[in-house]
């Protein structure tokens, strides 16, 4: 069965854009990961970045202490986050670059100029009985270069799928582009995921690419969550105004 984690980093996001230093306020993305869990979520996502400009230190901690399916931690390979990580013991590392400047994650890790580091990582994970997943772009030579690291899956990056998505024939290419790259990966005994700009449009085209395992999900879910539950909110709200008396 295709598996779903719920990347709840936007749910922080917001939060952070109200209550950036306080340490708490609403929403709250342990309570989202809830959420997402008695909903059927196989595991939650979470991305610790080095500017920690959405999720925070106590958010991972108390998601590991809390959440009851599998805690995908998403990092940077800076010594910081290693050491955090190790502490942490999530399930899953999903190893990622990291820009500052940038609004997303926007690339894949370019594996096969940074293997040492990244086999060291996946080293110090393995032996820590955390696994090891590779966040890359659908790339014969960064598969192959993945498959020299000792990291168990890769996480196929569905950035560029999803942004040429609404023209046939740049979708269809994105699309043979996943197929090639999850077969070749498949072939080398590694286990692959996907993620990333993947929405309620684009979803049912992605399901034409074999060996799936896991589909990291996040933008998508938290907007649509704002979407369908405004209406609920708003009457709430005004519920509470009906007792005004002046
Ligand atoms: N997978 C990885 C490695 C990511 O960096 C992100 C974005 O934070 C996602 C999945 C989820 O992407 P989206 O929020 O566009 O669904």
Redesign the pocket.
């Known amino acids: 069965m295709l598996k779903l984690g719920v ?1 709840i ?2 749910v922080a996001t917001l939060r952070e854009s109200r209550y950036r230093g306080q340490g708490s306020g609403e929403p709250c993305p342990v309570k989202a990961a809830l959420t997402c869990e008695a909903a059927g979520a196989h595991g939650i ?1 979470a ?1 610790l970045r080095e500017d920690k400009r959405h999720i925070q230190d106590h958010d991972v901690k108390a998601l590991r202490r809390k959440i009851n399916t599998r805690l995908n931690f ?1 990092m940077a390979i800076t010594a910081e986050i290693v050491r955090f990580a190790l502490k942490l013991r999530p399930d899953i590392v ?1 190893l ?1 670059p990291e820009k500052r400047q940038e609004v ?2 926007e690339g894949g890790l370019e594996v096969s100029r940074k293997l040492n580091p990244i086999k060291q990582v996946c080293s110090q994970m393995l032996k820590a009985n955390i696994g090891v997943s590779l ?1 890359i772009d659908p790339d014969i030579q960064q598969i192959d270069a993945a498959a020299k690291t000792g990291a168990q899956f890769i ?1 196929l990056h569905t950035g560029s799928f999803a942004e040429h998505f609404n023209n046939a024939r740049t979708r269809q290419r994105e699309l043979n582009r996943l197929t090639a790259a999850a077969t070749h990966a498949h072939s080398l005994g590694l286990r692959v995921n996907a ?4 929405n309620y449009e684009n979803l049912k085209s992605l399901l034409e690419v074999p060996h799936l395992e896991e589909l ?5 879910i938290i907007s649509r969550s704002v979407e369908t539950g405004l209406s609920k909110a708003v009457k709430e709200m005004l519920r509470l105004m009906k007792g005004y008396r002046y």
């Open positions: 990347n980093d936007h996502t991305h998403e999903c990622v997303t994650t966040f996480e993620g990333h700009g993947l990291n999900i996040g933008h998508s």
